[in-house]
């Protein structure tokens, strides 16, 4: 599948986060997927449309149903992506704490 979307773009929707969040669970029927939210069935339809061509689902078809799945696989990359600027968040944070400290005011 030729992905026309970025991933980043398909998680900064709460509402496709929420969906990842429910299928990370269980796999999961459009259907019930659409009954955890107050928007249409096409709209959550459309959402899991942009979930699953950026890879972050994937569909099983059982019989007449159609389940999605999560793919661990996608978010690893995602992960691995922001883990340096986690780390250099860490360090810097950890710099200013030091920095802090070091002029903390005496009683």
């Known amino acids: 599948m030729e992905l026309r979307r970025d991933v980043f773009q398909a998680i900064a929707d709460p509402t496709r986060r929420a969906i990842i ?29 942009i979930l699953t061509e950026c890879e972050l689902l994937k569909q099983e078809q059982h019989g007449r149903e159609i ?9 690893k990359e995602i992960a691995d992506f922001i883990e340096p600027y986690r ?5 810097r944070f950890q710099k200013l704490e030091a920095i802090m400290k070091k002029y903390k005011p005496k009683k």
């Open 67 to 75: 389940y999605y799945h999560f793919n661990p696989k996608k978010m």
């Open 87 to 91: 780390n250099m968040w860490e360090e």
């Open 21 to 49: 969040a429910l299928v990370a669970m269980q796999a999961m029927t459009p259907s019930a997927i659409a009954e955890n939210f107050d928007s249409s069935r096409q709209t959550i339809s459309k959402h899991i449309q």
